[in-house]
């Protein structure tokens, strides 16, 4: 069985094809010597035979895992699940075509009892050891064995109820060991085959699971939205895991080189001090605000900075950049080419020509499948005092009825009207509702959100964070900031500022004249130059390698 090696003194590279676009990406960084933590990769190939139960790609998988776990550990110099210097890993799927969210990760696998105590021992911090303990077994919980993840959420409400706290990062080391021998207890009462202390069978339990999760239906209903249907399947990449959840000097965040919803020059970051990446993108919490962030961590902006600039000349485009923070250092965990609005893409495309990053004509592949005369932008006519504000994740203006679940959304939609779904948080389950939305809004999450980047990708306004929004599905009714709205009523939200406005507003259309009069130009030089008398034509390949001619 042969495995992917990344970081950790190995330079190997294989094609997005073979290990998924995210594993090959980080082979890429590392090769670059940028801080990725190292990683070892299992192959697309064995995704089918995994799901189809095939023995010998079992045979495959366990031998796989054995081979990388012992490169983790002499690349970190920690034994997988020890009682003194603990290894836990991340599990994360691949495709070699991003799909976010749409497929499982495990976090902290390893983290068995022993590796508890280890974590004690090697970090002087339990609350560290006991989060990483909670959010495996929850992870696990719902990702391999299946359970519901409400009894969970359910516990740690009634346990940050009862210590008076407002959230989980209050909650201190003994209130978070209780809550682990709580969750304990739930699994074992349903399942209660020993594996959550055997770092080893965790580990395999896991890459199952996120090879099968290539299955799940809102993968399939991605897939099938996004017509990604030929793709073989996902690889799993196994790597050391990183810890943003050590306190306020450590954080998981999201980072885009520029902002992938107007095509501004300027990167966007999300980050949430205290936390683990999923925190961040499974639009659980809402990011810190920029004073936090700079009060905690001065430096963090310049260098993350600096690493974008690169990434974007490596790349040749706009990146989305998954970063961990463990005690003030910055690891970066994936980057991939943005989702951007179909407004913002033209922008980008442009700019980065100016900028030599592409040439014209890659420039003007990249939008070649945007209905350029039906790209407009909509305003409000009249902005009056908005009912409620959030954080515009995905600019634009949409006008629907509202609807509180993804099944309420198609009905709605099924029946001739735009639909504005509201939801209490960005969860990619809802993909079927998101195609037929209208615009998307959300009580919790961040622009960075998996959740956002499929709203961008769609080319839908949306609205994450609204703090003052409380959505009661079973009422199909909302209230926001006081105010009680239902299902079906009429709501327009503006995704440029995070606007929410009761009724159906007036809205002016303009067009972006000045770039795609720039487009049209570029389309006649190309035409013009192609077909000079005497000269033979060449392909849009040739023309890329010769470079651009200009602009």
């Known amino acids: 069985m042969h495995i992917v090696r990344i970081g950790g003194g190995s330079t190997e590279t294989h094609s997005a094809d073979a290990i998924g676009a995210k594993a090959a990406n980080l082979a890429r960084m590392a090769a670059l010597g940028l801080p990725v933590p190292p990683a070892f990769v299992l192959p697309v190939k064995l995704c089918a035979a995994i799901i189809g139960k095939d023995a010998h790609a079992e045979r495959d998988l366990q031998e796989g895992l054995k081979q990388g776990i012992e490169f983790l550990e002499r690349a970190t110099e920690k034994r997988f699940g020890d009682h003194r210097q603990p290894l836990l890993v991340s599990v994360r799927s691949g495709a070699a075509r991003s799909m976010p969210g749409m497929l499982d990760t495990v976090l902290n696998v390893g983290c068995t009892s022993a590796a508890v105590q280890g974590l004690i021992r090697s970090s002087g911090r339990p609350r560290l050891a006991w989060d990483c303990r909670r959010r495996f077994l929850e992870s696990y919980a719902e990702t391999v064995l299946g359970l519901d993840p409400a009894m969970f959420s359910a516990r740690l409400a009634e346990l940050t109820l009862a210590e008076g706290v407002a959230s989980d990062r209050e909650l201190d080391s003994e209130a978070l060991e209780r809550l682990a021998a709580d969750e304990l207890a739930l699994i074992e009462e349903r399942y209660d085959d020993g594996r959550l202390e055997d770092a080893s069978a965790q580990l395999e339990s896991a890459a199952r699971a996120v090879y099968r999760s290539w299955m799940s239906e809102r993968a399939q209903s991605y897939r099938h939205l996004q017509q990604l ?13 990183v810890f943003g959840n050590g306190g306020l000097s450590s954080g998981a ?115 070649a499948g945007i209905d350029l005369a039906a790209l407009v932008e909509v305003c409000l006519v009249a902005a009056d005092q908005p009912l409620l504000t959030g954080i515009g994740a995905s600019g634009g203006i949409a006008i629907g009825r509202a609807a509180f679940s993804s099944q309420n959304a198609q009905r709605l939609s ?135 001619t200009g602009g």
């Open 253 to 367: 965040g999201v980072a885009f080189s520029r902002d992938p919803s107007t095509g501004l020059r300027q990167p966007m970051i999300d980050l949430v001090l205290d936390a683990q990446g999923e925190d961040v993108v499974s639009g659980r919490r809402t990011p810190d605000t920029e004073e936090t962030i700079a009060r905690a961590l001065p430096d963090l902006a310049a260098e993350l900075g600096s690493i974008l600039q690169r990434l974007e000349q490596e790349f040749g485009d706009v990146q989305d950049v998954e970063f961990t923070i463990e005690d003030g250092k910055l690891s970066i965990l994936q980057t991939r080419s943005a989702k951007r609005t179909p407004r913002a893409a033209l922008r980008i495309a442009i700019d980065l020509a100016h900028e030599k990053l592409i040439t014209r004509e890659e420039a003007l592949d990249r939008i």
């Open 414 to 548: 099924a029946a001739g009207d735009p639909v504005i779904l509201m939801r209490p948080d960005t969860s990619t389950a809802d993909v079927a509702g998101f195609a037929v939305a209208a615009g998307i809004v959300t009580a919790v999450g961040a622009r960075t959100a998996h959740a956002a980047l499929v709203a961008r990708q769609m080319g839908k306004p949306c609205i994450v964070g609204c703090s003052g929004m409380a959505i009661d599905v079973v009422a199909d009714r909302a209230q926001l900031a006081g105010t009680i709205i239902s299902g079906s009523d009429w709501v327009t939200i503006d995704g440029n500022n995070g606007n929410i406005y009761l009724g159906q507003r007036e809205t002016t259309v303009t067009r972006p004249e000045a770039e795609l009069a720039e487009i049209t130009t570029w389309r006649a030089q190309g035409r013009h130059h192609d077909h000079q008398p005497g000269k033979p034509k060449s392909s849009p390949v040739q023309r890329a390698r010769r470079g651009s």
């Open 229 to 241: 249907d030929h793709l073989a399947g996902t690889a799993v990449t196994v790597q050391a895991m």
